[in-house]
């Protein structure tokens, strides 16, 4: 056992432990006072007085919350089931196969995390507009993967990398159909980075603002278009009681995968290429 | 009960020229141990799967008691394969692994388990069905891969490679165990290897593949005794050729006349023999006796390996380290090469 030391690294350590706490955990601090507070004034170090009042108008019919987190859910889920659907073949292309142009496709794959969404979504309006998905849910739905589909893609590349399809073959010998083998050796061997790509999915597609806004045209409601209406009208209160609802799936999801998420992982392999 | 036949069987990689396997015709008989032997590389593996139904050959067929299986899933074909490397399921139990490819067929789960049971029985590992893959040791995944195959009671057994990741006495234990199995369920067998020792201990019959074509399909014996050329005697360890023309009982070389046996065939060739065979002589009047000087001595324990030069013909020969004794490098000593131990090549 060797003795902790004061050392150059170790103040770095802490150091670097004090950014990470300003700047990710104390933030919601203020908005979760804020949802209890009947008006906070400088310079008042905690409100004086307090009431339920944004967490009863927030769950009320009127306010359209509930709606929206409704919406919002089915949205995030539609996107990274599709984004299952799609990341999975095509992480096992990338991963698995050498082909030519694949590192063009790789690039392709990542444009949408490097080209600003805004640009590509000008484009798209355009096309969505002809083909009538402007203002619907299933047109947000689709804009989305842009967004998530690299997510799931690189995981799943990364979890091919380390797939040994021999596996399958095995399996076929001793008689499993093609769906059997899949549901019995491929799948079991691949969850890890069906969780975490799918988990990254939802948060991605939780967190869009910008692609709802444009394709969705001011029809599709979901949770942060609702909260910045707020946060713009001045409301604090009710904008931290909706605020502490939307942080929610993004805490519960680091604490389910936190397991997961360790860089020895295969399933966090693929952000290397990020 | 089957037996296998390969006809004319061919596999070429998209994107490349040379093939894998080149018209490679084969009878295996029903309930024999078979191997295909050859280097790495050599199309054996390729062969293997597609006999399995795991690779579609470019042309040629593959029958099983005349019937061709091409159009069978490798799921229907009743032909089961043991990797190299075992793959072990392992998100399964031992147990589960080897009932899979049961409850594959839909069988009835207290049936599977009484035959997971009689086999773990069978493969020695009584007590380890709930263990996981990874806890196990090589020999004892390989016993669990191949319960996993033969629970299914296959037409075909397919094993590739299946001593080679074996320690040496692991190896013995293993192949008595493949044997034992193999004879008492009287499963046609094929093996792959690249091993000569692994077939020649293991196989009813040899199949020797170099270069994608198959040189010479034997027994074991016939191997060491009657090689087709220099490529298979070199293949099974001998480097001893001498070339000249054989005619009538007599060799005709660089060495001069040597006595031959009476049925091998006339014409050019390589005199071969195994260096085990090579007698050391006193007395140097007797028929095929030569002068050899010794150019090296290499002990190996049991046995002494001499490297000797008669005239221009390097050969090699095996001696019991008392003959050898005494017996220093630059030494002239005699060899005979009896007649009965001489085989032409091609």
Known sequence: MSTRKNTPLQSLRVLSGIVLITWLVLPPIPLAIWSFAKGWYFPDILPKRWTLNAWEYTFSNTAGVIDSLWITIWISLAATFLSILIGVPAGRALGMYKFKGKEFIELLILAPVIVPGIAVVLGIHSVFLFMGLTNTVTGVILVHLIPTLPYMTLVMSGIFANYDAAFEDQARSLGASPFKTFWYVTLPAIMPGIIVGGLFAFLVSWSQYILTLLIGGGRVITLPLLLFNFATSGRNDITGAIGMIYILPGIVILLLTAKHLSGRSGAVGGFGQI | ?346
Request: include cysteine; aromatic fraction near 6%.
């Open chain 2, 1 to 346: 009960m089957t037996h296998v036949s390969l006809k004319n069987l061919s596999k070429i990689y998209p994107g490349t020229q040379m093939p894998a396997l080149d018209n490679l015709s084969l009878e295996i008989p029903t309930g024999e141990l078979t191997a295909l032997l050859g280097p790495s590389g050599c199309g054996k593996t390729t062969t293997m799967k597609m006999i399995a139904g795991l690779l579609e050959p470019s042309s040629g067929d593959i029958t099983f008691d005349g019937k061709s299986v091409l159009d069978e899933k490798p799921e229907d074909r009743g032909a089961v394969m043991v990797f190299q490397n075992y793959l072990l399921f392992p998100y399964m139990s031992v147990a589960e692994n080897i009932g899979f490819g049961l409850k594959m067929r839909k069988t009835d789960p207290n049936q599977i388990k009484k035959r997971v049971g009689e086999m773990l029985d069978m493969v020695k590992l009584p007590d380890l069905g709930n263990r996981k893959p990874s806890e196990l040791s090589g020999g004892q995944q390989q016993r669990v891969a191949l319960a996993r195959a033969l629970i299914i009671q296959p037409d075909v057994l397919l094993l590739d490679e299946p001593l080679s990741n074996l320690d040496a006495h692991l190896r013995l234990e293993m192949r008595d165990l493949i044997r034992s199995l193999q004879q008492e369920m009287k499963i046609t067998t094929i093996f792959v290897t690249h091993d000569q020792e692994e077939a020649v201990v293991l196989a009813d019959k040899i199949a020797l593949i170099l270069d994608g074509k198959m040189k010479q399909y034997d027994t074991p014996q016939a191997f060491y005794d009657a090689p087709i050329d220099e490529a298979t005697a070199r293949f099974f360890g001998s480097q001893n050729f001498i070339h000249g023309s054989a005619k009538d009982g007599i060799f005709e070389s660089s060495l001069g006349k040597i006595s031959i046996p009476k049925n091998i065939k006339t014409g050019q060739g390589a005199l071969t023999f195994r260096p085990e065979n090579v007698q050391i002589q006193q007395d140097g009047s007797k028929d095929n006796t030569f002068t050899a000087s010794v150019d090296n001595i290499i002990y190996l324990g049991t046995q002494t390996r001499l490297k000797l030069k008669l005239s221009d013909v390097e050969i090699d020969a095996i001696v019991n380290p008392r003959e050898a004794q005494g017996l220093s490098i630059g030494d002239q000593i005699n060899i005979r090469l009896p007649a009965e131990i001489l085989w032409k090549v091609n």
